[in-house]
């Protein structure tokens, strides 16, 4: 596990938990600046993705060495926790243990699909290749940055630096991170004293995440963006203003 603190010292606390397959550099690049001029940022990378010899072994194994983090470090307790896609899940499982303290769990158009051991197995299988499979020869590899550039609207940069992260990650973590989070699930009209759960909706990934964030928890703030699945951490500054401007709402750190 690696964790780096970077931003002002003494404002507001804001974890980033990075999404499937990827690491806080790449998955958080192109707003780290705007980030690290209002809050205190404390960047996480899972074992398996923080470029040791670690394999990642489950969602809940890693929660507990986040939340080991934060009481041995911040007293248990943050102001804020962004997990992008897949660190929702983090995200949502540190507010509901109740281990540590989360004034605002955002979640960043996480899918929070959940199943059980046969389905996640199976969808794991076919899910790993796809992503490990992106570096292995050039052609893949043009084709996976011109489908992101599509996408996402990223620039060559971004759409090659995404594309390079892949390759640094064993298929074994990438695996273990894909299953164990579909087996991760969360209760219905989940509530937290003293946490609100916020969600950064993008519209264009389907109306049934909308009904997700409804059914497992009780009056989250749902935050509406026109774009595409996490567009706004690579699409550029017209993706990127509004949500960090709602961002700032949500931790009440508005100027």
């Known amino acids: 596990m690696q964790f780096v603190e970077k931003g002002i010292e003494n404002e507001k606390t804001l974890l980033l938990l990075p999404g499937t397959c990827c690491n806080w550099e790449t998955n958080f690049m192109r707003v780290l600046p705007e980030l690290e001029?209002?809050?205190?940022?404390?960047?996480?990378?899972?074992?398996?993705?923080?470029g040791s010899d670690a394999?990642?072994?489950?969602?809940?194994?890693?929660?507990?060495?986040?939340?080991?983090?934060?009481?041995?470090n911040h007293n248990g307790k943050v102001d804020g926790a962004l997990g992008s896609s897949l660190?929702?899940?983090?995200?949502?499982?540190?507010?509901?243990?109740?281990?540590?303290?989360?004034?605002?769990?955002?979640?960043?158009?996480?899918?929070?699909?959940?199943?059980?051991?046969?389905?996640?197995?199976?969808?794991?299988?076919?899910?790993?290749?796809?992503?490990?499979?992106?570096?292995?020869?050039?052609?893949?590899?043009?084709?996976?940055?011109?489908?992101?550039?599509?996408?996402?609207?990223?620039?060559?940069?971004?759409?090659?630096?995404?594309?390079?992260?892949?390759?640094g990650f064993s298929v074994e973590s990438i695996k273990n991170e894909?299953?164990?989070?579909?087996?991760?699930?969360?209760?219905?009209?989940?509530?937290?004293?003293?946490?609100?759960?916020?969600?950064?909706y993008a519209n264009k990934m389907g109306k049934r995440y909308k009904k997700r964030y409804l059914k497992y928890f009780r009056n989250p703030d749902i935050r509406e963006f026109d774009m595409q699945?996490?567009?706004?951490?690579?699409?550029g500054e017209k993706y990127a203003k509004p949500v960090l401007e709602a961002i700032d709402d949500m931790m009440d750190n508005r100027d």
């Open 37 to 50: 001029k209002k809050y205190h940022l404390i960047c996480v990378n899972y074992d398996g993705f923080d």
């Open 55 to 72: 394999i990642f072994p489950d969602i809940i194994t890693v929660t507990e060495k986040i939340e080991k983090y934060i009481i041995e």
């Open 87 to 167: 660190g929702g899940t983090f995200v949502g499982q540190l507010a509901v243990r109740e281990k540590i303290h989360i004034d605002h769990a955002i979640f960043g158009s996480s899918d929070l699909d959940q199943s059980g051991p046969v389905s996640a197995k199976l969808q794991s299988m076919i899910v790993t290749p796809l992503l490990t499979g992106v570096t292995k020869n050039m052609a893949k590899r043009n084709k996976a940055k011109k489908l992101l550039k599509k996408m996402f609207e990223m620039d060559d940069e971004s759409a090659e630096t995404f594309v390079e992260c892949f390759s």
């Open 178 to 200: 894909y299953y164990t989070d579909l087996l991760t699930h969360l209760h219905n009209d989940t509530y937290v004293e003293n946490t609100t759960f916020h969600f950064i």
């Open 229 to 235: 699945h996490e567009q706004w951490l690579f699409g």
